[in-house]
């Protein structure tokens, strides 16, 4: 049976590119993605809005699937509205499929805080104005921002910015900061779980798990860890 501990449920902003394989390379044998996307076309607010708009219906319809934990990914998305509501989101969607739930900026800031991290260094794919949103929820849960890069990659062309060129901005962003006590890197629409070590050795920094997908908490939740 395909998922036979846990089936997961995801709903992507966009495609299903990049979250699978990051997925698979990091959950328990066992453990099953069972995702849906809203098809969302650019970094914008309009978009962000529509979304949103089809996140309850989605996650719905994951729980008719039998899944064991929804997790909605798009951390744009949700801080395109003011801080709280992601955990407004995270409420309502239990209270709506009966399942646990949370959404990949929630998920980044349970796992950065159950590690003790307080002082971080922010890496996102996004343009200026949608990075300033993510900073604000993040000072917002007492976060402090000890240095942030937003690399301003058109929405369409993520998959195509190569490996190199992510892990040289990831290693600068943690030099420029090098009291940072971890770095956040959202969106899985860039390549980053396989040069992740790597970067981590290269700058000596304690990195948290890219989010999404937001591994390490929604498993610790159902009582499973990662490989």
Known sequence: ?????????????????????????MVPKGIGLVGVTCSIDNWGPAQYEAGLAQVESSAQYLASRGVDYIIHGGAPL????????????????????????TTSIRAGIDSMQSMGLR???VVTPYP??????VIRFLTHYGFEIAHS???DIEFKKMQDV??????K??????????DSEGLYIPCPQIC???????????SEDQSSPPSPPPSSWPFGTLGYGTR
């Open 1 to 25: 049976m395909f998922g036979w501990r846990k089936r997961i449920g995801y709903i992507a902003p966009t495609v299903m590119e990049l979250v699978p394989y990051e997925f698979y390379a």
């Open 78 to 101: 949700v801080t395109n509205r003011e801080p709280g509501f992601d955990l407004e989101l995270v409420n309502k969607l239990e209270a709506q499929t009966g399942v646990p739930a």
């Open 169 to 178: 901005r990831i290693v600068s962003a943690a030099k420029a900061a090098p």
């Open 128 to 133: 200026e104005a949608t990075n300033a949103k």
């Open 119 to 121: 002082r971080i260094t």
């Open 192 to 202: 980053v779980g396989d040069i992740l070590d790597v970067a981590e050795r290269r």
């Open 149 to 151: 890069v937003y690399l």
């Open 162 to 167: 190569p490996e190199q060129e992510i892990y």
